[in-house]
């Protein structure tokens, strides 16, 4: 039976083997990668489903991240965003802050952005609802090199710990440490990168009147709370614009007080180290998916992205509440003075 089966197949090989070598070069041209991202449109997704405090004060609505869902660009999936009208393509050199950066680069700096933003929500929603929190480590790592400007030898992903022998806890910290060499100085810079360390000399320049390495740098910490709180987002889920409503909902699972009120409720915005919500790209991607989901109330980060947020739901005529908020206190009040 075997053989005759393999005979078969061989037979239908050599009859069709001109249309099977096409499909088989088809294929892999269409799935054949291109510099691009395809926007597929914005969506919401329940926060409490990432979010989990032990103990946690149950609520009648509902915190909601709003996000943009984008692909990898293949050569089919462009081909399509020509014939689908609501995929947008979009240039993968817009995320880079170098030509020499690549898309593990850009993934690199998504997935740290996450991580910050979630300590940053961390800390936050426990201060701001006086429970315990403590921070357990952190973190700096290279997220940026202008390699064309000013060269040096480390990488993006490289683990920064310490300049000089000097360990900083913030970005702040290291810049004004910098401001005090000269430039033309040489400085010994200790890093882990893929888990082996090694020292790296690096040259001090100036830009803009100020002293520099040519790098960019984050600082990610962890933190130990009590009541305790998991955070589970998924490995295609990176960024920090799910930062605002993250904060939120830790907050609002360990306080008695519903800030919810049984609402529906949107929202973007980066939460950053001092508590300040910053600006996010696709706000109107994210307000169409909201409005879409029936969301009742859409929170947006103040300035640009709050007047693209008002204008945009103008000219939809959207039905959704807009509301502006500049800290993260800023939107637990207005959602409190809700009706």
């Not at 597929?40 to 909601?64: F, P, T």
């Not at 300590?119 to 090199?145: D, F, H, P, Q, R």
């Not at 082996?196 to 690096?202: A, L, R, V």
């Amino acid at each position: 039976m075997f053989k005759k089966l393999c005979k078969n197949l061989l037979e239908l090989i050599k009859e069709e083997y001109k249309f099977i070598i096409f499909m088989i070069v088809f294929i892999i041209i269409m799935e054949f990668p291109l510099d691009y991202y395809i926007v597929l449109g914005g969506g919401v997704s329940d926060a409490s489903k990432r979010i989990e405090v032990v103990d946690k004060h149950k609520s009648e609505g509902s915190l909601n991240i709003s996000y943009v869902s984008q692909v990898d660009a293949t050569l089919l999936f462009y081909g399509l965003s020509y014939i689908i009208p609501t995929w947008e393509r979009e240039d993968a050199n817009l995320y880079k802050y170098t030509e020499e950066e690549n898309l593990e680069d850009i993934q690199f700096r998504g997935d740290l952005d996450l991580k910050a933003a979630n300590g940053n929500a961390t800390y936050w929603a426990y201060t701001l609802a006086n429970k315990e929190v403590e921070e357990t480590s952190s973190k700096m790592y290279v997220i940026i090199t202008f390699q064309e400007d000013y060269p040096t030898d480390l990488k993006v992903g490289d683990e920064v710990l310490d300049i000089d022998g000097k360990r900083f806890e913030t970005v702040s910290d290291y810049s004004e440490y910098i401001q005090t060499k000269e430039v033309g100085d040489s400085v010994s810079i200790r890093i882990k990168r893929k888990k082996k360390e090694q020292t790296i000399t690096s040259k001090v320049y100036e830009s803009k009147e100020r002293k520099i390495l040519g790098i960019g740098l984050q600082v990610v910490k962890d933190y130990k709370t009590n009541p305790e709180v998991k955070i589970s987002f998924g490995k295609n889920e990176s960024g920090p614009s799910g930062g605002l409503i993250t904060t939120l909902e830790i907050y609002n699972q360990l306080t008695e007080k519903d800030i919810t009120k049984g609402y529906t409720i949107a929202g973007t915005g980066t939460i950053e180290e001092d508590g300040t919500i910053g600006q996010i790209g696709g706000i109107e991607h994210k307000i169409l998916g909201a409005a879409t989901a029936k969301a009742d109330i859409f929170l947006s980060p103040g300035g640009d992205n709050y007047k693209e947020a008002k204008a945009y739901i103008k000219k939809k005529k959207l039905k959704i509440k807009l509301i502006e908020v500049d800290t993260i206190e800023d939107a637990i009040k207005s959602l409190e003075g809700l009706d």
